[in-house]
C-alpha cells in the first residue's frame, strides 16, 4: 500500500495541562428587553418552595432554587451544567469549580438560562429555556497567569477565576478513567460514557480491537483517518479529539461527552422541523463541512445519525471513520461508501468523485428536514439508487422557494455544476442563507439554537438507547492475539500527545482506500 501523507502547515505550539475555571456569581442578568419573566418562577419567588428535611443538601438546593438562573459551563466542547446555590434572579450565586483537560486551544463560554414552564414541567423540549446572559474568553494557557475578574456581557456580568497547571507528557492508560455507561456498540468495538478520575471530566471512549480491524482490508486505513481528522480539526461543529492511546490489543479514542442525542431522534420525533430550524443546523453543518475541506478532507458520511447536539441546542458531526484525506479541489477518488439514501449519482456510475460529494449530501439532509424523509426514498435499495440517478426532484407545496432553490441547486447530479463546486461560500451566498444568517456570529455559535434538549447534567445518558445503557461498562480482557510486529507497526503514531503532536510535519500512514 502506498503511503498517504498529511501536511497541513506550521501550527502554534500547543500547551497541555489543566484548566481550572471558578465560577462565583453573576452581577445584573436580565432578560432581553420585552421578554417577561414566566408566571412559573414569579410565583416560585413570591412563594419559594420548601425542602424536606430528609432530602440531601444537593437536591433541597436543586429543589430549593430552580427558578434562579443556571449556567452551562464550556470548554472545547466539554459542557457543565451549574444550578445556582443562591442569591436571585438577577444576582445568582453558583460558587462552582471545575478542571478541564487542555488538549488543544478552544475559547471558554458561560451561558446562563432561566428555565421556563415547559423543562418545570417535566416536558423533555427545553427550547424555550431563555438565554440571560453569555460571555466567551480566550484562557492564557500560562502557568505563571491568574485571573480573577468579572467579565461582562450586554445582559449582565459573571465573576470568574481561571488557572492553568501544565503537565508532563506522560503515557494515557484506560486505568486513567472510571467506566460508567455503556453509549453504543460497532462491529469492531464499543463507545463508553467515562469520567477522567483526576480532573472529574465526562468523556465519551471509543475502544476498538485492533485484530478485528486488522483482518478486514482498508479498515486500519480507516481508523488512522479518523484519529489523524480529530486531532487535525478545530471547529465548534465538530466533536474534538481529548485523548487517544493503545495498548498491544486495542486502540482508544477519548472524545468529548455530546449528549443532547443524535438529530436522528429529535427528526424521528418530530417528523420535521421548521424553515428556521432547518437552516441553523444546515448553517452549522456547512461550517462544519467547509472546515474539513480547508484541509482537505472529504467527509462522505452526512447523515442524521452523526450529527449530535449538544447542551445548548448547537450540532456535532461525529463518527469520521470513511473520511477520505488529501483531497485537493480537483482530486477524484473511487471508494464506494455512505448511506444509501444519501449517495450522490456520481458513486453510482462510477465516475470517481470530488468534494462536490458532501454538498449532494447536505441537500439530502435538508430536504430530509424539512419533510420527514429524503428526496428519493424507496425501501428497495435498487429502486432508490435508479430514482437518485434520473427522477425529477419533486418538493412539497408548503416548501419556502428559497429553500427548493438551495436544495435544487445542491442535488444537481452533474458535480462541475453543483452548488458548492467553486466552494462551501457559493453556499453560503444563497439567499436561502444570505438573507438570514450572520456568518461570523454563527461560526462564534453567538447565535441562540432554536431547541434546547433536556440534559439533566454530564453524565444525563437519557438520549442514548437502553439496549446500550443497561448493559455494564466494561474494558474486556482480549485474548493475547499475538499481532505481528508488521501489524503492530501500522498502528504507531495512533496514540495523541497534543505537546508533542507536530502538525507542520507530515502524518504518514499507509493508504488503501
Known amino acids: 500500500m502506498a503511503?498517504?501523507?498529511?501536511?497541513?502547515?506550521?501550527?502554534?505550539?500547543?500547551?497541555?495541562?489543566?484548566?481550572?475555571?471558578?465560577?462565583?456569581?453573576?452581577?445584573?442578568?436580565?432578560?432581553p428587553p420585552g421578554v417577561p419573566v414566566p408566571d412559573v418562577i414569579q410565583q416560585a419567588i413570591a412563594s419559594p418552595p420548601r425542602s424536606s428535611l430528609s432530602a440531601n443538601r444537593e437536591s433541597m438546593q436543586r429543589r430549593r432554587y430552580w427558578w434562579l438562573p443556571y449556567v452551562v459551563l464550556e470548554f472545547d466542547k466539554n459542557e457543565i451544567l451549574i444550578d445556582a446555590l443562591g442569591g436571585d434572579l438577577a444576582n445568582p450565586v453558583w460558587n462552582y469549580r471545575a478542571d478541564f483537560d487542555v488538549s488543544r486551544m478552544s475559547n471558554i463560554v458561560v451561558s446562563a438560562y432561566l428555565r421556563t414552564a415547559q423543562s418545570v414541567q417535566g416536558r423533555d423540549d427545553m427550547g424555550n429555556d431563555l438565554l440571560m446572559a453569555r460571555v466567551d474568553l480566550t484562557p492564557v494557557l500560562d502557568a505563571h497567569h491568574h485571573?480573577?475578574?468579572?467579565?461582562?456581557?450586554?445582559?449582565?456580568?459573571?465573576?470568574?477565576?481561571?488557572?492553568?497547571?501544565?503537565?508532563?507528557?506522560?503515557?494515557?492508560?484506560?486505568?486513567?478513567?472510571?467506566?460508567?455507561?455503556?453509549?453504543?456498540?460497532?462491529?469492531?468495538?464499543?463507545?463508553?460514557?467515562?469520567?477522567?478520575?483526576?480532573?472529574?471530566?465526562?468523556?465519551?471512549?471509543?475502544?476498538?480491537?485492533k485484530a478485528n480491524i486488522a483482518s478486514r482490508p482498508g479498515e486500519i486505513t480507516h481508523i488512522l483517518a479518523e484519529r489523524t481528522v480529530l486531532a487535525l480539526v478545530n471547529n465548534p461543529f465538530i466533536v474534538p479529539l481529548k485523548f487517544s492511546f493503545q495498548n498491544p490489543d486495542?486502540?482508544?479514542?477519548?472524545?468529548?461527552?455530546?449528549?443532547?442525542?443524535?438529530?436522528?431522534?429529535?427528526?424521528?420525533?418530530?417528523?420535521?422541523?421548521?424553515?428556521?430550524?432547518?437552516?441553523?443546523?444546515?448553517?452549522?453543518?456547512?461550517?462544519?463541512?467547509?472546515?474539513?475541506?480547508?484541509?482537505?478532507?472529504?467527509?462522505?458520511?452526512?447523515?442524521?445519525?452523526?450529527?449530535?447536539?449538544?447542551?445548548?441546542?448547537?450540532?456535532?458531526?461525529?463518527?469520521?471513520?470513511?473520511?477520505?484525506?488529501?483531497?485537493?479541489?480537483?482530486?477524484?477518488?473511487?471508494?464506494?461508501?455512505?448511506?444509501?439514501?444519501?449517495?450522490?449519482?456520481?458513486?453510482?456510475?462510477?465516475?470517481?468523485?470530488?468534494?462536490?460529494?458532501?454538498?449532494?449530501?447536505?441537500?439530502?439532509?435538508?430536504?430530509?428536514?424539512?419533510?420527514g424523509l429524503p428526496p428519493f426514498y424507496d425501501e428497495n435499495v435498487n429502486v432508490m439508487y435508479q430514482r437518485i440517478l434520473s427522477d425529477p426532484l419533486h418538493f412539497p407545496p408548503d416548501m419556502p422557494p428559497d429553500a427548493q432553490s438551495l436544495i435544487a441547486s445542491l442535488l444537481i447530479r452533474d458535480p462541475s455544476r453543483r452548488l458548492g463546486a467553486n466552494?462551501?461560500?457559493?453556499?453560503?451566498?444563497?439567499?436561502?442563507?444570505?438573507?438570514?444568517?450572520?456568518?461570523?456570529?454563527?461560526?462564534?455559535?453567538?447565535?441562540?439554537?432554536?431547541?434546547?434538549?433536556?440534559?439533566?447534567?454530564?453524565?444525563?445518558?437519557?438520549?442514548?438507547?437502553?439496549?446500550?445503557?443497561?448493559e455494564a461498562a466494561q474494558d474486556s480482557v482480549v485474548p493475547d492475539s499475538r499481532l505481528s510486529e508488521t501489524i503492530q507497526d501500522q498502528f504507531r503514531g495512533f496514540t495523541y500527545n497534543p505537546a508533542d503532536e507536530h502538525l507542520s510535519e507530515s502524518v504518514s500512514y499507509a493508504n488503501g482506500m
Open 147 to 209: 485571573s480573577d475578574q468579572w467579565y461582562a456581557s450586554p445582559l449582565g456580568a459573571f465573576h470568574l477565576a481561571l488557572a492553568f497547571n501544565p503537565s508532563s507528557s506522560q503515557a494515557l492508560t484506560i486505568d486513567a478513567f472510571d467506566l460508567l455507561k455503556v453509549i453504543g456498540k460497532g462491529s469492531f468495538g464499543k463507545v463508553m460514557q467515562v469520567r477522567k478520575k483526576d480532573t472529574q471530566r465526562v468523556y465519551a471512549l471509543k475502544t476498538i480491537r
Open 3 to 31: 503511503p498517504l501523507s498529511l501536511n497541513v502547515g506550521a501550527q502554534p505550539a500547543l500547551r497541555t495541562g489543566t484548566l481550572t475555571i471558578r465560577i462565583f456569581t453573576g452581577r445584573g442578568l436580565a432578560l
Open 250 to 371: 486495542k486502540l482508544y479514542l477519548v472524545m468529548s461527552f455530546v449528549n443532547g442525542g443524535e438529530l436522528f431522534y429529535h427528526l424521528q420525533r418530530e417528523g420535521k422541523f421548521d424553515e428556521h430550524r432547518s437552516r441553523f443546523y444546515a448553517a452549522e453543518l456547512l461550517c462544519a463541512l467547509e472546515h474539513l475541506h480547508i484541509f482537505n478532507v472529504v467527509y462522505r458520511d452526512l447523515k442524521p445519525e452523526n450529527i449530535l447536539l449538544d447542551y445548548t441546542g448547537h450540532i456535532a458531526l461525529c463518527d469520521f471513520g470513511l473520511c477520505k484525506l488529501n483531497m485537493s479541489e480537483t482530486d477524484k477518488t473511487n471508494t464506494f461508501c455512505g448511506t444509501p439514501e444519501y449517495i450522490a449519482p456520481e458513486l453510482l456510475e462510477s465516475q470517481g468523485y470530488t468534494k462536490t460529494v458532501d454538498w449532494w449530501t447536505l441537500g439530502v439532509l435538508l430536504y430530509e428536514m424539512m419533510t
Open 423 to 470: 466552494g462551501g461560500e457559493q453556499i453560503k451566498r444563497h439567499a436561502f442563507f444570505a438573507r438570514h444568517i450572520d456568518w461570523a456570529l454563527l461560526q462564534a455559535k453567538k447565535i441562540q439554537p432554536p431547541f434546547k434538549p433536556s440534559v439533566e447534567s454530564a453524565l444525563d445518558v437519557a438520549n442514548f438507547d437502553q439496549e446500550f445503557t443497561s
